[in-house]
């Protein structure tokens, strides 16, 4: 038996040799005696394949029929309250919505009259003079005009000189409107004093002292002469 399955497996080795693709196989073992074959062992299992293409969507069915409308029940005594209750309401905030808004109160404040001029404040400072002026009192003097040091620019326009400009704890000019108002009566004296760089004082008094409106160019009307500056 073994050599007929040699002659055999020699016969295919001639073949495959002729055609230039032969090639060793053995299958020839000691069961092979017998006439048993050995099964092998089975393989492991493969991966997952690919997934294949999406297929085309099919067409929408057709609509079915409406359906019956039921009927609208009636309110329970629960819903006939709840009804009245929310028209209540409706009303009361149309009624509010509506209303007049209230009368906002008003608090007024009487202030104390100020002086009518330094003259008559027997403060040294800021005053707020009847007539609604603010000016600076220094022992029943009016003070129109400071210059210290030089830190505000004097060299002004008309406009300006007019309506006054600087601040009263510093160098400051009162402005020609407001010194008009406060020498109108014509009973006002001017008193002018310097001290130079040795601090050496003199002083020019005036007896009487007073300036024009706008209209006429805010002329200056002075008095007689006193003091002890050279001019």
């Known amino acids: 038996m073994k050599f007929a399955i040699c002659l055999i497996l020699f016969a295919f080795c001639y073949k495959m040799t002729s055609s230039q693709q032969c090639r060793q196989v053995t ?18 299992v493969g991966g997952r394949g690919k997934a294949g293409s999406k297929g085309v969507k099919g067409d929408r069915g057709e609509d079915g029929d409406k ?3 039921g009927e609208s029940c009636a309110l329970g005594s629960l819903g006939i309250e ?26 007024t404040t009487r202030l104390a009259p100020g002086p009518t001029s330094c003259v008559t404040s027997s403060t040294t400072g800021v ?8 000016v600076l009192c220094e022992d029943g003097w009016t003070v129109f005009q400071r210059r210290m040091d030089g830190s505000v620019d004097f060299r002004r326009d008309w406009n300006i000189y007019r309506s006054g400009f600087g601040q009263m704890d510093g ?9 008009h108002r406060l ?9 002018i004093e310097l ?14 002292f007073s300036v024009d409106d706008e209209d006429n160019l805010f002329r200056l009307h002075i008095g007689s002469y006193s003091g002890t500056a050279a001019w």
Not at 31 to 44: C, F, H, L, M, R
Not at 84 to 107: D, F, H, S, V
Not at 183 to 191: D, F, N, P, V, W
């Open 171 to 179: 160098e400051f000019w009162t402005g020609l409107e407001k010194i």
């Open 195 to 208: 001290w130079n760089f040795d601090d050496v004082y003199k002083y020019a008094d005036y007896d009487q």
């Open 127 to 134: 005053q707020v003079l009847q007539n609604g002026d603010q």
């Open 183 to 191: 020498t109108q009566s014509g009973e006002c004296r001017l008193k």
């Open 27 to 44: 299958v020839c073992n000691d069961n092979a005696i017998n006439g048993d074959v050995t099964k092998g062992e089975k393989g492991d």
């Open 82 to 107: 709840i009804m009245e209750k929310l028209t209540r309401l409706e009303k009361l905030m149309t009624q509010t919505t509506t209303a007049a808004p209230p009368t906002p109160l008003t608090t």
């Open 67 to 69: 359906g019956i409308q």
